[in-house]
């Protein structure tokens, strides 16, 4: 692989996971465009298939739907009791079956290892970071923990984009959070 802005799943995801939202709020263009673009950034989420790209989309489809979810809940609060305990149970399961994933003589710690270097990477350099899709470069640098493989990304977006852009981008992100969510 060769490293670069979206040479993985949680970058990809974390690329397409706005528009998705973007055209879901979207009122001035077509309804044709906004469904076909939005089914894309969707099947880019598909293909990415990053778990915490679709609970980033599912919070994010509560709180643009938040009244209407309300007023659903109040109507019909059994029937919703049922859709939380479902939905917590896949959750679940899903944790179950990614811990499971991960063998060998670290049992399921790869993740807190990578977390653990992008975190040594942002203490590196805490205003700007090491840079955009420098993580896999600089990995075997700050690798920490038990001896695990090398990785191009640091499998959490938020972990990752704090590693190659720090404190700045950060920021970014949560402005572009803050004034584009209602």
Request: hydrophobic residues 55%.
């Given at each position: 692989?060769?490293p670069?802005?979206?040479?993985?799943?949680?970058?990809l995801a974390g690329?397409?996971?706005?528009?998705?939202?973007?055209f879901w709020?979207?009122r001035?263009s077509?309804?044709a465009?906004?469904?076909f673009?939005?089914?894309?950034?969707?099947?880019t989420l598909?293909?990415?298939?990053s778990?915490?790209?679709?609970c980033a989309?599912a919070?994010?489809?509560?709180?643009l739907n938040?009244k209407?979810l309300?007023?659903l809940?109040?109507t019909?609060?059994?029937?919703?009791?049922?859709?939380l305990l479902?939905?917590?149970?896949?959750?679940?399961w899903?944790i179950?079956?990614?811990?499971?994933?991960?063998?060998g003589?670290?049992?399921g710690m790869?993740r807190?290892y990578?977390w653990?270097s992008?975190?040594k990477?942002?203490?590196s350099?805490p205003?700007?970071?090491?840079g955009?899709g420098?993580?896999a470069d600089?990995y075997?640098?700050?690798k920490?923990?038990a001896p695990?493989?090398?990785t191009?990304?640091?499998?959490?977006f938020f972990v990752?984009?704090?590693a190659?852009?720090?404190?700045?981008?950060?920021?970014a992100a949560?402005l572009?959070?803050?004034?584009?969510?209602?």
């Open positions: 692989e060769i670069s802005t979206l040479v993985n799943s949680s970058v690329f397409a996971l706005p528009w998705v939202i973007f709020r979207e001035t077509p309804f465009l906004r469904v673009l939005g089914a894309a950034a969707f099947l598909c293909l990415a298939r778990t915490g790209a679709f989309l919070a994010a489809a509560v709180v938040r209407t309300g007023a809940w109040r019909h609060r059994a029937k919703g009791v049922v859709i479902i939905v917590c149970a896949a959750g679940g899903k179950h079956q990614k811990i499971q994933m991960h063998v003589p670290y049992l790869s807190v990578y653990e992008a975190l990477m942002f203490r350099a205003l700007s970071g090491i955009i420098a993580y600089a075997p640098f700050f920490t923990g695990i493989q090398n191009v990304f640091a499998h959490n990752g984009l704090l190659e852009t720090g404190l700045v981008g950060i920021g949560i572009f959070l803050f004034f584009y969510c209602p």
